[in-house]
């Protein structure tokens, strides 16, 4: 399998697994995608059988298929674990490898306008988390640069505020991401390397400077344990949810399909809001089920709602006024606009599901509409799923 020509039985293999609520269990398959029509079939590795036929996915292709992902596959969600042989692992390994990336406190006020750089240099945000990390933590994450001249100035910055972390995928990831970041000293960045991100958004000094990505594969695979571990026992860094004078905001799968995230971000923030937490989630049927429980028996069509967060990754926000007099709850679900973005366009065009939305289910964004339901929703997002 080389470059873009697929003959009809060459094929992916990768490991999968799907927990089973019913069961309680975790079914273990071998996925097997095939490039040349846009076919899968799954084959149950306990049972020994074929669990689904070579079938045509038509919203699924060859950019979905690295290990971490999570297909959407007839309304399961199934994790790819790893690969399923040693010529998908060297064919996808040089297109989908992933590196760490660091949005450090002093840029994350411009974390939907950065995002979106990221997005069109190439790079498939796979994971991200907004977190405040405490001087045992940050110690713990950059254990591996003890002796560092420069290390205190580093500690200093990343726990002088939020920052968020990302795990990136792409094409020559690790190294991709240095030379987007650009030299480490801001200063440097402006005259010799000045469309980068530290020439962009860099402060002063190497320590302010905005970024921080990993060094090798190895360090990689650490860090991104750190903030995004891999087995249960292990917790992530908590999010910073303030929950006072807040609302929950969560950008739907769609708008992340379409690119959308990024600007989304930037429309709240260029507004009267800031994002006090942020979380890339995947919502199994249950987790979706739970989520929206209040709107079963209110919505017309609950389906369609709860289908319009299964088809992909959210993103659940934290939204916080600028003034903090303001009531966010309220003033917030007004900057969102009427849940028909038809109807947005026609009454409230400056809206964010006027300018986002697509129709009444993909509305780009869901918002928490009563306000005692607030604290519950953003507990849910940012605490029960962490757990």
Not at 90 to 119: C, R, Y
Not at 186 to 208: C, F, M, N, V, W
Not at 336 to 355: E, F, H, K, M, Y
Request: charged share 25%; with cysteine; proline share 5%.
């Amino acid at each position: 399998m080389s470059g873009t020509e697929f003959d009809f039985n060459d094929k992916l293999s990768f490991l999968g697994e799907w927990f089973d609520y019913d069961s309680c269990y975790h079914k273990k398959f071998i996925v097997s995608f095939y490039p040349s029509d846009n076919t899968l079939d799954i084959f149950d590795r306990e049972l020994n059988r074929m669990y689904l036929k070579r079938t045509k996915m038509d919203d699924l292709s060859i950019n979905d298929l690295f290990v971490g992902n999570k297909l959407r596959i007839y309304g399961r969600q199934i994790t790819l674990t790893d690969y399923g042989d040693c010529r998908t692992q060297k064919f996808i390994g040089k297109t989908k490898q992933s590196t760490l990336a660091i949005l450090k406190p002093n840029v994350v006020d411009k974390l939907g306008e950065i995002i979106t750089q990221i997005l069109h240099r190439k790079f498939y945000i796979s994971k991200l988390r907004m977190c405040k990390l405490s001087r045992k933590e940050a110690l713990d994450l950059f254990e591996h640069k003890k002796g560092d001249s420069t290390l205190p100035f580093v500690l200093e910055n990343i726990v002088s505020g939020r920052c968020v972390a990302l795990e990136l995928v792409g094409d020559a990831a690790l190294t991709r991401w240095k030379e987007v970041m650009g030299p480490p000293d801001p200063q440097e960045a402006r005259k010799t390397a000045p469309d980068t991100l530290i020439a962009l958004y860099g402060l002063e000094s190497p320590a302010s400077n905005g970024f921080h990505g990993s060094d090798t594969p190895e360090d990689a695979a650490k860090e991104l344990n750190f903030f995004f571990p891999k087995t249960p026992e292990r917790l992530p860094p908590e999010a910073p949810v303030v929950l006072k004078n807040t609302t929950c905001c969560v950008i739907k799968p769609h708008a992340i399909k379409e690119g959308k995230m990024g600007y989304i971000m930037s429309f709240i923030t260029d507004s009267h809001f800031k994002i006090t937490a942020a979380q890339l989630v995947y919502l199994s049927n249950a987790n979706a089920d739970e989520f929206l429980e209040v709107y079963k028996g209110v919505v017309s069509d609950y389906h369609a709602l709860l289908l319009s967060f299964l088809d992909g990754p959210c993103i659940a926000l934290e939204i916080a006024g600028k003034n903090d007099e303001m009531n966010v709850h309220e003033e917030f679900r007004k900057f969102v606009g009427p849940s028909d973005p038809d109807i947005a366009r026609q009454i409230r065009p400056n809206t964010l599901r006027a300018n986002f939305g697509c129709d009444k289910y993909r509305n780009a964004v869901h918002c928490t509409d009563l306000p005692e339901d607030t604290e519950l929703e953003l507990e849910y997002m940012f605490k029960v799923l962490r757990n």
